[in-house]
């Protein structure tokens, strides 16, 4: 099993000019090849050259690019390897997606705001006490706020805005836990309101944070292009985004540390995120709540702990009664679920998060009476067993 962790690290003065230097060596070398590959494919046309270029034939002639460009010497050849990489990586994500249908973007040139990482794939690095070794970089000042277990694989270098980062990615040799008995289980849909009345919809963080970003944006939009000033306040508005982001990670980090600790089963509404914001009028409101996240770290920490998640088809599961399955019609002002066919009164969200439980027990081949009674939460109907249920606030 392969697990990540990530530590924020200190680099003094002369060590953030190296790892810059290291990231635009890496960039130009990934632009280069990209290039490269852009102009095969154009010449592929031609009859007399078809002779694709591999990201082999671009790592055997690294070596010769040493030779005349003087900057790549200075970054270790597994780095430069690994963006050659990275290279092949986005033509075959393209050639996917073209082959699935859709409609891809083109692997595209990266600017310095667009290259913030590379990685040393299997040597290069060393952790040594409260220091980093990093190759042709030097030793840096790691903060290592929980123990790594496991044998690390990988090491990533990331910068995110003025802060830099490492990233180990660590194989683990225990297997995954057995699947839990079930004995308590929860139905999630976007906003998270539980059945007993209490709310863990997301804070609206961009919301609360609106005003102020207006105002750096504004300041940012007066600053001639190509300045200092305007260099400065651009790192600014970039700050004040880096903490929204951070907020909502926080958030949905301790709400699925918390639904994976409570409840063995686990549904959520297999939601498609990317057709709901094609609606302007809620695309800010979607984004802000960051639904795929929550599902994304729930989804792992199930993994890991030996719980139960399943993703059901959101269809009607806010018009269909929990008790009876009759279609009750009802738009999205009106709050309660009233049910004429067998008098279910419920607040709508409650009604459908116990639908996406419902169906994703039927999902997993679970009936309502494998579930054991969970002390303390209000039973819902039509349910047998007690258990919570969470859904649009």
Not at 104 to 117: E, L, T, V
Not at 205 to 210: G, K, N, P, T
Not at 262 to 274: G, R, S, T, V, W
């Amino acid at each position: 099993m392969m697990k990540s962790y990530k530590f924020r690290l200190e680099p003094n003065k002369e060590q953030r000019v190296t790892l810059k230097a290291t990231l635009d060596t890496r960039r130009h070398l990934y632009n280069n090849a990209l290039a490269s590959r852009k102009l095969q494919a154009e010449l592929y046309r031609l009859p007399m050259t078809r002779q694709w270029i591999t990201v082999g034939n671009q790592i055997k002639a690294l070596p010769l690019q040493k030779e005349t460009n003087e900057y790549l010497p200075l970054v270790h050849s597994q780095v430069l390897q690994d963006a050659l990489r990275r290279v092949n990586k986005s033509f075959k994500n393209f050639f996917r997606h073209l082959k699935n249908h859709e409609k891809p973007g083109y692997p595209r040139f990266k600017s310095y705001n667009r290259y913030n990482s590379f990685t040393y794939p299997q040597t290069g690095f060393k952790i040594v006490g409260k220091k980093l070794e990093l190759s042709h970089i030097g030793n840096i000042n790691i903060k290592i706020h929980r123990s790594l277990t496991g044998k690390i694989k990988t090491c990533t270098i990331k910068r995110d805005i003025d802060i830099w980062y490492a990233s180990f990615s660590v194989e683990i040799n225990d297997s995954l836990p057995e699947k839990t008995v079930i004995k308590s289980a929860v139905g999630i849909n976007p906003l998270a309101a539980l059945s007993n009345k209490d709310k863990k919809s997301p804070p609206k963080f961009l919301l609360q944070s609106e005003h102020k970003l207006a105002k750096e944006q504004r300041k940012l939009s007066r600053k001639q292009n190509g300045s200092h000033n305007r260099d400065k306040r651009r790192v600014i508005v970039a700050r004040v985004h880096r903490r929204i982001r951070q907020q909502r990670m926080d958030f949905h980090h301790k709400l699925s540390r918390e639904l994976v600790a409570q409840y063995n089963f686990i549904a959520f509404e297999d939601l498609k995120i990317k057709n709901m914001l094609r609606n302007h009028h809620l695309a800010k409101s979607i984004s802000d709540v960051s639904w795929n996240m929550l599902q994304s770290f729930t989804a792992y920490k199930a993994e890991w702990a030996g719980k139960v998640v399943t993703f059901v088809n959101p269809k009607n599961t806010s018009q269909e009664c929990s008790s009876c399955g009759k279609i009750v019609k009802k738009i999205l002002n009106i709050k309660i679920h009233n049910c004429p066919y067998c008098g279910l009164i419920l607040d709508r969200h409650v009604n459908a998060a116990t639908n996406i439980l419902h169906r994703g027990m039927k999902k997993v081949g679970l009936g309502y009476t494998d579930l054991m009674p969970v002390r303390g939460l209000a039973q819902v109907p039509p349910m047998t067993q007690e258990a919570h249920e969470f859904s649009r606030g």
